[in-house]
Nanobody, 122 residues
């Protein structure tokens, strides 16, 4: 079992930055591909990006490329989502999730955090 806890959400002005963290319990964090998703009311959960077990490779949805960066610290059992140049459309509840392999499909993730709200204001 892996428990994931996100933190770092909040209110930010458009153009600003936030860094989300997701800390995992257990000793198997490094064996999981980690993904970040976001969801807004009435919409499906959207894959934002992910990072491989070693942290060597990342992938992102086109809408955040060049603005968001995912990293991980396996010694600290933590994955990060650095969000820069935030736009109104980036607002939503952000979730981290753990999967046994690289995937962008939400139903293929085994464990989920509770989510953290990101609000972007003018």
């Amino acid at each position: 079992q892996v428990q994931l806890v996100e933190s770092g959400g909040g209110l930010v002005q458009a153009g600003g930055s936030l860094r989300l963290s997701c800390t995992a319990s257990g000793r198997t964090f490094s064996s999981y591909y980690m993904g970040w998703f976001r969801q807004t009311p009435g919409k499906a959960r959207e894959f934002v990006g992910g990072i491989t077990r070693s942290g060597t490779n990342t992938s992102y949805v086109d809408s955040v490329k060049g603005r968001f960066t995912i990293s991980r610290d396996n010694a600290q059992n933590t994955v990060y989502l650095q969000m820069n140049s935030l736009k109104f459309e980036d607002a939503g509840v952000y979730y981290c999730a753990a999967a046994g392999y690289k995937t962008s499909r939400s139903w293929q993730y085994d464990y989920w955090g509770q989510g953290t709200q990101v609000t972007v204001s003018s």
